[in-house]
């Protein structure tokens, strides 16, 4: 898939797409995807495995991540740099989403 559409079809992105490709910052496996997002949002967040892996598998399938390493039932994935290009898009985002909100701020004091 081509960067622009890979664009199109992520971004916005939702709220678990986006934490589990942060979460691959550094490879992990599936259980170790919805450990760290439950510790880095304070349990906000708790994504469920089918949530997690049908993610995982569309990822997979548009390239935004890939299998480092499988021995069993543990395939630990990593973000490529499609992947990267894309977080970063949205990261971006959210940034301006951020920034334009306290911009706006005097309206809700």
Do not use: C
């Not at 349990?43 to 598998?57: A, C, H, K």
């Amino acid at each position: 898939m081509n960067l622009q559409k890979l664009a199109k079809s992520y971004i916005p992105m939702s709220e678990t797409a986006y934490y589990i490709l942060l979460s691959l910052s550094t490879p992990r496996h599936g259980y170790g995807i919805i450990k760290f997002v439950e510790d880095l949002t304070e349990g906000r967040i708790e994504l469920g495995s089918g949530t997690v892996y049908g993610t995982l598998s569309k990822m997979l399938k548009d390239g935004l991540i890939s299998v480092l390493d499988s021995k069993g039932r543990k395939t630990v994935y990593q973000i490529t740099n499609n992947g990267k290009w894309v977080l970063l898009l949205e990261m971006n985002r959210i940034k301006k989403l951020y920034k334009d909100t306290l911009s706006q701020e005097v309206y809700f004091k």
